[in-house]
């Protein structure tokens, strides 16, 4: 079983910056990749920008060039660097990560862009 924890969600003005952390507990978890969701009010969950333990990244492509994804030193940590963010990035981001025997998520975090 895997916890994860999240935190860094909050309102911020568009072209503000946010970071978000996803920290994974649990014993001999075996995590091979961590990564981001976000629900837009309305709107099904999607994909935001995941990495491996490899540090391989897929972004989508509405973010590409403004998040970065990456691990910190923490181990099983991974952060998200959200810049240049606009008011269509409204949304609950979900924490996401895989294992060789299942999926888990975090509870999410509210990230609110003003206009």
């Known amino acids: 079983q895997v916890r994860l924890v999240e935190s860094g969600g909050g309102l911020v003005q568009a072209g503000g910056s946010l970071r978000l952390s996803c920290a994974a507990s649990g014993s001999d978890i075996s995590i091979y990749a961590m990564g981001w969701y976000r629900q837009p009010p309305g709107k099904q969950r999607e994909l935001v920008a995941i990495i491996n333990t490899g540090g391989s990244t897929n972004y989508a492509d509405s973010v590409k060039g403004r998040f970065t994804v990456s691990w910190d030193n923490a181990p099983d940590t991974v952060i998200l660097q959200m810049d240049s963010l606009k008011p269509e990035g409204t949304a609950v981001y979900f924490c996401?990560?895989?294992?060789?025997?299942?999926?888990?998520w975090g509870q999410g975090t509210q990230v609110t862009v003003s206009s």
């Open positions: 996401n990560a895989r294992t060789i025997w299942a999926g888990y």
